[in-house]
Each structure stands twice: as C-alpha cells, then as structure tokens.
C-alpha cells in the first residue's frame, strides 16, 4: 500500500470515529431537525453532498443569525412581495464582494463612514439591509421554455420599473440588486463574484427549496415554483427605506409597467432570465 493510500485510510477512519462521537452526543430529534431545516435546501450549483450543505448553513446560521425587521409586505400596485432583513455575518461578506466597489465609494461619503472614522466592516455590518422580493408568475418557472422566458423578462421589468421608482428615493444612499440574468451588480460596478441568490433566499427566510439539474429553485411558501425572486440591497437608514416603499405604492408610474406585465403575449419566444 502506498503512502498516500494509507494516509487516505487512516483520515477515513478517523472521520468515522468523529462523525460517531459527534452522533452520539446529539439526540436523534437534533439530527433530523437540522437535516429538515428550509436554511440546509440545495445551495446553487451543487459540489458535495448533504453533509457538506448542512454543516454551512449550520456555521452560517451560528456566525450571527439573519434579523428580519419587516415581514413579508404586498405591494397591490406593483404585485411585489418585500421584506426587509438584517445579514448574517458569511452572507453580509458575500454581498460585500459581489457589490465591493460601489461599497467601498458609498463608505467614503456617507457621513456614517469614513468621515466619522467607522471602519468599513463595521460601516456594513451596522448599516446594510437585504430586501428580497418576490413577484407571482403565471408559468412554473423551473420549466424551460418560450413562454416562461418571456414571462421572466416581463417580470424583470416589473422589478425594475418599481427600483426606478424606489431607489432614487433611497438617494443619496446606496442600493442595488443582484442581477437575475448575471448574478452581479445589476445598476453598479459589477465585479468577477456571483451572488447566490438561492442561498441568499433560503439564509434570509428560511424557505425551502429543491434541486432542479445542477442547480435548484426557491419554493415560495403561497406560489411555490410560480415565483421570481430578485434581492435588492440598501445602506439607507429603515425610515428612508419605507418612506421610499409609500412612495413606490402611490406612484403613478406603475400603470405602464403593470399594464405590460398583465399583457404579456406568452405565445412568443424568448431568452432565457
């Protein structure tokens, strides 16, 4: 037997001693909580197996837990569901590199930053809010398809209809959301790293999801797979935030883009979103 084998079978043996300590220390009802849990769904673009997923939700979740702050919130005039949370510790520093630069410009002018002498970590830590949203679809949108694409784009001009309305209102604060199509920076500086939006999804409100190829969907708890979800993120203060959401409501500028999602000719062909 060579030296790497034997190195392999001795590192094997030991994982199993570990696992079976660790197995035995916990009831059996602990292990299976965690195992159902929505947080340990599949994570995008699967790479191991459930062990893998379960133990970093579970170091996710134990770094410092997702603080949600507005409860899921219906907007009539746009059909958009929102909430509001605080990140978590991993998930606020995955945010931070797919946004980095923008960041980074917004620490140095924001009166709460750099000019107050507040660390950049601490600047996020303190002030970055996680807005998912959601939008009811007619197609399942786990199915590949003319239609269900040209759904998504119109549902993407939904989403950005209503930012175009929130985020000058969120001024002179930063905002931006993870685009649905490239997972970087939709209206900044887009960087190399991706955001994982179902990851995201699933560490912030603790939905379920399941795997769809090599990849998996969010199941939304009312729509199930007849959902599009895009996370919008802001350093604005929670007051600027939902003065910001009153305004989005009463906005006239709506009608169009309703209008054109309601209208959809779901006969046509599309790319994908």
């Known amino acids: 037997m060579s030296a790497a084998a034997a190195a ?11 696992k079976q300590r660790d197995a035995a220390a916990e009831p059996a009802a602990a292990v299976v909580a965690d195992v159902e849990s929505p ?8 790479t191991g197996g459930a062990e893998v997923k379960i133990e970093r939700a579970k170091s996710k979740a134990a770094s410092s837990p997702c603080i949600q702050i507005v409860v899921p919130t219906s907007s009539t005039s746009w059909r958009i569901e929102y909430s509001v949370h605080k990140p978590s510790r991993l998930l606020r520093a995955d945010i931070t590199l797919v946004f980095r ?11 709460r930053g750099a ?17 998912p949203t959601w939008q009811p ?11 269900v694409n040209l759904e998504r784009r119109g549902l993407l001009r939904n989403f950005d209809s209503w930012a175009a309305v929130l985020r ?22 887009p ?25 998996g969907i969010v199941l939304h708890p009312q729509w199930h797979r007849r959902a599009y979800p895009v996370t919008l993120f802001t350093l604005a203060p929670l007051e600027t935030l939902q003065s ?30």
């Open 8 to 18: 392999a079978v001795i590192y094997y043996l030991v994982y199993r001693k570990v």
């Open 137 to 147: 679809s007619e197609h399942d949108l786990s199915e590949i398809s003319a239609p």
């Open 191 to 215: 960087t190399s790293a991706i955001y994982n939006e179902l990851e995201g999804l699933t560490t912030l409100l603790r939905y379920d999801s399941i795997p769809i190829g090599c990849c």
């Open 115 to 131: 000019p107050a002498g507040v660390a950049f970590d601490e600047f996020i830590a303190a002030h970055l809010l996680a807005i």
């Open 168 to 189: 000058p209102a969120l001024a002179p604060y930063w905002s931006d959301c993870s685009c649905p199509m490239e997972g970087t920076a939709r209206y900044g500086t």
């Open 101 to 111: 630069p923008d960041l980074e410009a917004a620490h140095k002018a924001d009166a």
């Open 39 to 46: 947080a340990c769904g599949v994570v995008m673009c699967m």
């Open 244 to 273: 910001a959401f009153a305004l989005a409501e009463s906005s006239e500028g709506q009608t169009d883009a309703r209008r054109d999602h309601e209208s959809l000719s779901y006969t046509s062909a599309g790319g994908c979103v």
